[in-house]
C-alpha cells in the first residue's frame, strides 16, 4: 500500500519559519494537500494542490511540492498554529492515505 | 452555510454494526464526493473511502473491503457509512469530509461521531 511519511514533530519559536515535510513516491505526479487539526476539533484544509490556499486561511501559510517531497511551510509561526498537520495524497491505484502527522510546537 | 452535520455517538458490542449519517446543507448534495476519515484516540486520521453522491458510485480503502459500505439519500442530502463486523479496533471518531470541487481534497468536514466498540 502506498505510504506518505512525515517527521513525527517540529518545533519553532514563535516568528520563526516552520517546515514541514511530507515525501511519497507518487508526488511527483499527484497533488499534496495539508490539514492542520487542533486538539478535539476536525481537520482544516489549509494547503490543496500543492500550492493553493483555501480562502480564510493566513498568507503566512504556503506549500510546495518537489520530486517525491512536499513542504508546508509557516512563515512567521505563530502561537496559535501549533497543532498536528497532516499530508494526503493519492496514487495512481486509487489508495489515498494520509501522513502520520507532525505535532508543531511554537514555543 | 455549508455544512455537514453527523448523527450521534454510538457504543456497539463486537460483531456487530454500525451506520453513521451525514447530512449536508448549504450546497447541492450531488455535485461534490463524500468521503470518510476515522481517528482513534491519539491516532492519525484514516482515510476509508470516498461516495460519489450523484451517482453512488464508490472507492473503499483496501483495508475496509468487504466491511464498509457507503450509501446516500439525495432526497434528504444525506451520505451514510456502515462498518460490519466490529471490534475494540473500530473505536474512533468517524468523520465525513466533502471532496472540494474537481479535486482530492477535503474542505468541509463534520463534526466527528465517536464509535465505541466494546463488550
Known amino acids: 500500500s502506498y505510504e506518505l511519511t512525515q517527521p513525527p514533530s517540529v518545533s519553532v519559536s514563535p516568528g520563526q519559519t516552520a517546515r514541514i515535510t511530507c515525501s511519497g513516491d507518487?508526488?511527483?505526479?499527484?497533488?499534496a494537500y495539508w490539514y492542520q487539526q487542533k486538539s478535539g476539533q476536525a481537520p482544516v484544509l489549509v494547503i490543496y494542490?500543492?500550492?493553493k490556499r483555501p480562502s480564510g486561511i493566513p498568507e503566512r501559510f504556503s506549500g510546495s511540492s518537489s520530486g517525491t517531497m512536499a513542504t508546508l511551510t509557516i512563515s512567521g509561526a505563530q502561537v496559535e498554529d501549533e497543532a498536528d498537520y497532516y499530508c494526503?495524497?493519492?496514487?495512481?491505484?486509487?489508495?489515498?492515505?494520509f501522513g502520520g502527522g507532525t505535532k508543531l510546537t511554537v514555543l | 452555510q455549508v455544512q455537514l452535520v453527523q448523527s450521534g455517538a454510538e457504543v456497539k458490542k463486537p460483531g456487530a454494526s454500525v451506520k453513521v449519517s451525514c447530512k449536508a446543507s448549504?450546497?447541492?448534495?450531488?455535485?461534490?464526493?463524500i468521503n470518510w476519515v476515522r481517528q482513534a484516540t491519539g491516532q492519525g486520521l484514516e482515510w476509508m473511502g470516498w461516495?460519489?453522491?450523484?451517482?453512488?458510485?464508490?472507492g473503499y480503502a483496501q483495508k475496509f473491503q468487504g466491511r464498509v459500505t457507503m450509501t446516500r439519500n439525495t432526497s434528504i442530502s444525506t451520505a451514510y457509512m456502515e462498518l460490519s463486523s466490529l471490534r475494540s479496533e473500530d473505536t474512533a471518531v468517524y468523520y465525513c469530509?466533502?471532496?472540494?470541487?474537481?479535486?482530492?481534497?477535503?474542505?468541509?468536514w463534520g463534526q466527528g461521531t465517536t464509535v465505541t466498540v466494546s463488550s
Open positions: 469530509a466533502r471532496a472540494c470541487y474537481g479535486c482530492y481534497g477535503m474542505d468541509v
Open positions: 494526503y495524497s493519492t496514487d495512481s491505484s486509487g489508495n489515498r492515505p
Open positions: 461516495m460519489n453522491p450523484n451517482s453512488g458510485n464508490t
Open positions: 448549504g450546497y447541492t448534495f450531488t455535485s461534490y464526493d
Open positions: 507518487a508526488l511527483p505526479k499527484k497533488y
Open positions: 494542490e500543492d500550492s
